[in-house]
């Protein structure tokens, strides 16, 4: 009983430790790539894109994702990017499958790894700001999160995290994420898809 539970820890800090290994590569991937004039416009974003080929949508997704995990770019840029290459249609599925994966996720980590991660990814005076803001939301967080998360003006990557540390639960969240972030992808796609 004893080896099968130091087994199960064993493994479940192999494969944490392999997770951000993974992360951390991804983020420098896309720092790197950021640094080098990649993602400065949305005309560099899709040529850079459009360099993978058949794989330029799931490239388009995995990079939405990790966009909500480290925000170094505004998210409208990629949800244009995706409007303009793949259409209306093809752009708005990569970016939400996209968006809503990295948003899961930040809650997720967040949830496991505590205060600590969140203070790590954002700036102590950013942190502060925001905390302090939603503070002022505490009695009905529930629908402030749906409104802050429907509005394309939000900082969505930090309310994600900031979520994952409080007692709401990952369904409600992920409710709340899957049925408010869809309205502001799907305008910039039927703006953009037609417009590129």
Same mark, same amino acid.
């Given at each position: 009983?004893?080896?099968?539970?130091?087994? $199960?820890?064993?493994?479940?800090i192999?494969?944490t430790? *392999?997770? /951000?290994?993974?992360?951390i590569?991804?983020?420098?991937?896309?720092?790197?790539?950021?640094?080098? $004039?990649?993602?400065?416009?949305?005309?560099?974003?899709?040529e850079?894109?459009?360099?993978?080929?058949? /794989?330029?949508?799931?490239?388009?997704?995995?990079f939405? *994702?990790?966009?909500?995990?480290?925000?170094?770019?505004?998210?409208?840029?990629? *949800?244009?990017? $995706?409007?303009?290459?793949?259409?209306?249609?093809? $752009?708005?599925? *990569?970016?939400y499958?996209?968006?809503?994966?990295?948003?899961?996720?930040?809650?997720?980590?967040?949830?496991?790894?505590g205060?600590?991660?969140?203070?790590?990814? /954002?700036?102590?005076?950013?942190?502060?700001?925001?905390?302090?803001?939603?503070?002022?939301?505490?009695?009905?967080?529930?629908?402030?999160?749906?409104?802050?998360?429907?509005?394309?003006?939000?900082?969505?990557?930090?309310?994600?995290?900031?979520?994952?540390?409080?007692?709401?639960? /990952?369904?409600?969240?992920?409710?709340?994420?899957?049925?408010?972030?869809?309205?502001a992808?799907?305008?910039?796609?039927?703006?953009?898809?037609?417009?590129?």
């Amino acid at each position: 009983m004893e080896k099968a539970e130091s087994s $199960g820890k064993k493994r479940k800090i192999l494969l944490t430790i *392999c997770f /951000f290994v993974l992360l951390i590569a991804c983020i420098a991937f896309f720092l790197h790539e950021f640094l080098h $004039g990649h993602f400065s416009s949305v005309d560099s974003l899709n040529e850079y894109i459009a360099r993978y080929g058949v /794989f330029a949508p799931l490239m388009l997704t995995f990079f939405q *994702c990790v966009k909500v995990l480290y925000a170094i770019i505004p998210g409208a840029i990629g *949800c244009i990017a $995706g409007a303009g290459m793949f259409g209306t249609v093809g $752009g708005f599925i *990569c970016n939400y499958v996209g968006i809503c994966s990295g948003s899961l996720l930040a809650f997720a980590l967040s949830r496991r790894y505590g205060i600590a991660l969140v203070q790590q990814v /954002f700036s102590k005076k950013k942190y502060d700001s925001c905390v302090a803001w939603i503070e002022r939301q505490k009695r009905s967080y529930p629908v402030f999160l749906w409104i802050a998360i429907f509005l394309p003006i939000s900082p969505d990557d930090f309310l994600c995290y900031f979520t994952g540390l409080t007692k709401m639960s /990952f369904r409600k969240f992920a409710i709340i994420i899957l049925t408010a972030k869809p309205w502001a992808i799907l305008m910039y796609s039927l703006i953009f898809g037609q417009v590129l």
